[in-house]
C-alpha cells in the first residue's frame, strides 16, 4: 500500500518552500540591513526581525523538522532529547515570527494614529527593546513544551523518537496547557491585528476628510505628499498583516474544530480527514514565511531598485554590507 496522499504532497511541498523561502527572506536581510529603501530605521528594524523570524522557521520548522528528520529517521535527530528540543526550538521560531508581526502592526498603529506617542515610540531604540524583551518572553514561555513528549520507542535502553502524552494532554493541566498555547500563538495575535488595523482605518478616513475639507476645492488636483505617504504605509500594513491572517485562518479553524470534536491527537491514521486538514493548516502557515518579500517588491519602489541590484551583483552588495557594519 503505498503512502498517504497528503505525505506524498508534503514531500514535494517543503523542498519547493524552502528553495523560494530561504533566499527570499535572505535577499530580505540583506536589502533592509542597508537602509537604501527609503524607510524609517525603526521600520527596517521590524522588517529585519520579521524576515529573520521567517528565515528561522524554514531553517528549524522546515528543513530540520520537515525534511531532515523526515528523511533520516534514525540519525540523531530522532533521539528523544534532540528531537524534543527541535520541536520545542519550531513553536518558538513560529512564535517569533507571529508577535514579530504584531509588533510591526502596533508600530505602525502608534505612528499613524497616536502622533503624541509617536515621537517617543516609534524609534530605532524601541524597536530594538520591544524585539528583544517579545523573543526572550516567547523563549521562557515555551520552556515547559520538551517535558510534554514522550519516547514513541525505546531500543537497547535509548529513548527514540517524541509523540505527545496522552496521559499530559488529555489532562485537566494539558488541556488548559493546549489553550493557553494556541490562544497565545494564533487566537490572541488575529484579534491583535483585526483591532489594530480596524482603529487605523477609521483614523486614517477621519483624517483623510478632514484634510480634503482643509485643502478645500481648489486644490482637490495637487498632490498630497502627507497623504500619499500614509496611502503607502497602509499599503504595507495592510499587505503583511492581511497575508499573514488568510494564511493562518486554516490552522485556527482546524485547531478549533479539532479539539471540539477529538480532543486526543491523531496516532497513525494519515487518512483521518481531520489530520489532512490540520496539515493542510501547517503547509499555509509555513507559507506565511515567504511572500514578505514579494509585498516589499510590489509596494515599495526602492526595494524593488535595491532587489534587482542584488540579484545583478550578489556578494558586491553582501560586502559593502559587511564592510559598513564593521566600520561602524
Known amino acids: 500500500m503505498g503512502q498517504p496522499t497528503i505525505l506524498l504532497i508534503k514531500q514535494i511541498y517543503y523542498p519547493i518552500l524552502v528553495a523560494v523561502g530561504v533566499p527570499a527572506n535572505l535577499m530580505t ?6 537602509e537604501n529603501c527609503g524607510l524609517s530605521k525603526c521600520i527596517s528594524v521590524y522588517m529585519v526581525a520579521m524576515a529573520t523570524g521567517d528565515l528561522l522557521v524554514m531553517i528549524i520548522n522546515i528543513i530540520v523538522y520537515h525534511i531532515f528528520s523526515y528523511h533520516f529517521p534514525l540519525s540523531f535527530l530522532s533521539l528523544t532529547p534532540v528531537c524534543s528540543f527541535i520541536l520545542y526550538m519550531t513553536v518558538v521560531a513560529l512564535d517569533l515570527s507571529v508577535w514579530f508581526t504584531v509588533s510591526f502592526t502596533f508600530d505602525r498603529f502608534v505612528a499613524l494614529c497616536c502622533q503624541k506617542f509617536k515621537t517617543k515610540y516609534c524609534t530605532e531604540r524601541t524597536a530594538a527593546a520591544v524585539l528583544t524583551t517579545v523573543s526572550v518572553l516567547i523563549v521562557l514561555k515555551h520552556i515547559p513544551l520538551p517535558f510534554t513528549f514522550e519516547p514513541h520507542q525505546i531500543i537497547n535502553k535509548v529513548q527514540w523518537g517524541c509523540r505527545s502524552s496522552e496521559a499530559f494532554f488529555s489532562s485537566p493541566p494539558g488541556t488548559a496547557y493546549v489553550w493557553f498555547h494556541m490562544i497565545s500563538l494564533i487566537w490572541l495575535p488575529f484579534t491583535l ?4 488595523n480596524s482603529l487605523t482605518i477609521r483614523r486614517i478616513v477621519l483624517t483623510s476628510r478632514a484634510r480634503r475639507g482643509l485643502r478645500g476645492h481648489s486644490s482637490e488636483n495637487q498632490c498630497d505628499p502627507e497623504m500619499e505617504n500614509r496611502r503607502k504605509s497602509i499599503i504595507l500594513l495592510f499587505a503583511v498583516s492581511g497575508s499573514f491572517v488568510l494564511l493562518w485562518l486554516t490552522a485556527l479553524v482546524t485547531f478549533l474544530t479539532n479539539r471540539l470534536t477529538n480532543p486526543i491527537y491523531y ?11 490540520t496539515e493542510a493548516g501547517a503547509m499555509l502557515k509555513h ?3 515567504c511572500p514578505n518579500t ?3 517588491a510590489a509596494t515599495q519602489r526602492k526595494f524593488r531598485e535595491e532587489l534587482k541590484k542584488l540579484l545583478k551583483s550578489p556578494w558586491t552588495m553582501i560586502l559593502r554590507l559587511v564592510r559598513t557594519r564593521t566600520t561602524n
Open 29 to 34: 536581510i540583506v536589502i533592509l540591513s542597508r
Open 193 to 196: 491585528i483585526a483591532l489594530l
Open 294 to 296: 514579494c509585498i516589499y
Open 267 to 277: 496516532r497513525g491514521d494519515r487518512t483521518n480527514p481531520g489530520y489532512i486538514a
Open 287 to 289: 507559507l506565511s514565511s
